[in-house]
């Protein structure tokens, strides 16, 4: 019986302990928006592909003056 | 060759190769047929067995060992892999097919390798088409998440060449336990090489990051081999580590925390993969008879019952569209025989009487308490509790079992892929009633009683007292839609600026020098092949005197000139040589 109590007590505790970490103490600092990495990622991606289009450009212009065959 | 000889994994690749080699028709009935072949091999292995491959005369490499860990560890990697096969059969299409055949080899060949070169090689091949099984969802995500999984495990499979190197020059190449030589460089680098692939913090980010991200299917082969492969590396080399007692109990606690923020059921069962693995790994690490056998059990009972959890999350995201559960709710009644599994298989991974996890866990509780170690023990204790909270109630009541006001439209799962959770989830129950089916096959058959009355008031007590708070405090206990950061982070947001600053500076470094380098020579090419250019245009009247153009030079001062810089160079090359 007492034993039984003990693991009771344990996992009682246990469990509010666990619930208050996850739920209290790291919710703030750990949790982000579900889009957290995308948005940055998709913003670099956007700013590449950009800059793709530029020397894409550049080519084409330097393709019509005949620069390049 | 006997048949006796014959290798599973090198059976399961060969199948591999064939299945990306013919048409699509044949993928079906091939990926089936390997996994069915290659348990048919695994049980004709026996204690006899051997394969050497002869490299070179002074080195053979031993492709199977047949040692007691490495057959518990195949045993459940074929058994899981014909599971695996049935449930992905409808899923796949043949580059996926053949590449996963090929990644469940390779793990074959892990568990199987009696020698460190045949064991890194295999390591590598299964780090590579586990990246192919993220990159397969063919979307934005899971290419990143692919890219960044490949370089974490480059950094891991390196640093295990580097260790495995170091010990072969020390040790030679067989496998050797490396517990008793912790101030050695080959302990270190082995154990980060296999603590990446074992999710030991902080190399645990990956598992949530990439797994969730890859195929249905994938996932599900992914959850069974990578890790579990990593601890048997870690029953093989750090068996007996004590230190890794306390970072198993450790990993348990925090990711059983990391589970409980967590929304989609995919992130948060990968999440669990990792505490149960700290549960593996604390097992391993006291190092006695019955802490391999508990960590090895472990290993079998999770890859079963994980394997279902994650092939109903699978199917919940098939028949839904979403993994997320504040998307999800009341699909009991839509998906029954999902539910039940589901049900089985999480309260098996709680540790319920009668159920594979409370077979296993008891080996596990049982070695840490002989050991004496009160502390981890208890934390592993509520490890199990956290599993309890975020598996068992959470993911059962809001996605299954609790009362839900919106719509869910379901399509109906293939019969495939519910013919797999239910013998998955008939595994888990047969275990759990007859354990000593599971204790017969461990490396040194430890048989403990998991039926008496203490131990299981014991788990009882555990799951009621767990239970109590969720449903106290349910309100918080609420998912809500967003995402947790992890040890990922480091590398995808800091490790990122620092490596685009560096290589920025890097690049304005080298492009400094490539344009004064550049005009330095061509300086120097005009002036020193241009003699004329040396004297004429001189700002030194004596220099200018000396010009070619200048008749009137004074030979003298030239010939001057000359035995000095001769003298110069003698000097510095008597220095150097002195040097």
Known sequence: MNEFLYYCIISFVGSIVLIFLSKVVMNKPLRRDVNYYETTEKEEELQMLRKANLSKKKNDKRDRKGGRK | ?579
């Open chain 2, 1 to 579: 060759m006997s048949w006796n000889n014959l290798h599973p994994g090198l059976v399961m690749i060969l199948f591999g190769i064939i299945i990306l080699a013919l048409p699509e028709k044949c993928r079906k009935y091939l990926t089936l047929a390997g996994s069915v072949c290659a348990f048919c091999v695994f049980w004709m292995l026996d204690s006899h067995s051997t394969l050497p491959f002869k490299v070179t005369d002074n080195l053979t490499l031993q492709l199977i060992d047949t040692n007691g860990v490495s057959m518990v560890f195949l045993m459940v990697f074929v058994s899981i892999g014909v599971i695996n096969a049935i449930y992905a059969v409808d899923l796949q299409n043949k580059w996926e097919a053949g590449i996963t055949c090929i990644y469940a080899g390779s793990n074959m060949g892990i568990v199987l390798a009696g020698d460190l070169i045949s064991f890194i090689v295999f390591w590598e091949i299964s780090a590579f088409t586990s990246t192919y099984i993220i990159y397969a969802r063919h979307c934005r995500r899971s290419s990143r998440a692919a890219f960044r999984y490949v370089l974490v495990h480059a950094f891991g499979g390196n640093m295990l060449l580097a260790g495995i190197l170091v010990q072969i020059f020390h040790n030679g190449i067989g496998l050797a336990n490396l517990s008793g030589n912790m101030h050695g460089a080959a302990f270190w680098l082995i154990l980060i090489g296999v603590g990446v692939n074992a999710a030991i913090p902080p190399f645990n980010g990956w598992i949530a990051d990439a797994y969730p991200e890859a195929t249905i299917p994938g996932t599900v082969y992914l959850g069974s081999y990578t890790t579990k492969a990593a601890i048997y590396a870690l029953i093989t080399f750090f068996s007996g580590t004590h230190m890794l007692i306390y970072v198993g109990a450790f990993m348990a606690i925090f990711a059983a925390c990391m589970a409980l923020l967590e929304n989609d059921i995919r992130r948060l069962l990968s999440y669990h993969i990792v505490s149960q693995l700290g549960m593996m790994v604390a097992s391993l690490g006291v190092g006695s008879e019955i802490g391999v056998d508990g960590a090895s059990a472990h290993a079998v009972t999770n890859i079963f019952f994980k394997g279902v959890l994650l092939m109903c999350a699978g199917s919940i995201m098939k028949a839904t569209g979403t993994c997320k559960i504040t998307e999800l709710g009341g699909l009991r009644k839509k998906m029954p025989i999902t539910a039940f599994c589901f049900l089985i298989s999480s309260m098996a991974i709680a540790g319920f009487p009668f159920l594979s996890g409370f077979a296993s866990k008891a080996l596990i509780m049982e070695s840490l308490h002989e050991y004496g170690e009160g502390f981890p023990a208890i934390m592993i204790t509520i490890a199990g509790v956290g599993t309890l909270l975020s598996i068992t109630l959470k993911i059962n009541y809001f996605v299954f079992f609790g009362k839900c006001d919106r719509q869910v439209k379901v399509q109906n799962a293939t019969n495939s892929m519910t013919t797999a959770v239910v013998i998955g989830t008939i595994m888990s129950i047969v275990i759990g009633m007859k354990p000593e089916l599971l204790y017969q096959q461990l490396t040194y058959k430890t048989m403990v009683d998991p039926f008496s009355i203490p131990h299981i008031m014991e788990y009882v007590a555990i799951i009621a007292g767990g239970a109590i708070p969720f449903f106290f405090m349910l309100s918080i206990m609420k998912p809500h839609d967003e995402i947790s950061m992890d040890f990922d982070w480091f590398y995808r947001r800091p490790l990122v600026k620092i490596i685009e600053a560096l290589s920025k500076g890097l690049y304005r470094v080298f492009g400094w020098f490539d344009r004064h380098v550049l005009h330095g020579v061509q300086f120097f090419g005009t002036g020193l092949g241009n003699p004329y250019l040396w004297t004429e245009k001189s700002g030194n009247l004596k220099i200018k005197s000396m010009s070619f153009e200048n008749e009137d030079r004074l030979i003298g001062d030239v010939i001057q000139v000359i035995v000095a810089l001769f003298a110069v160079m003698i000097l510095i090359s008597i220095y150097v040589i002195k040097m």
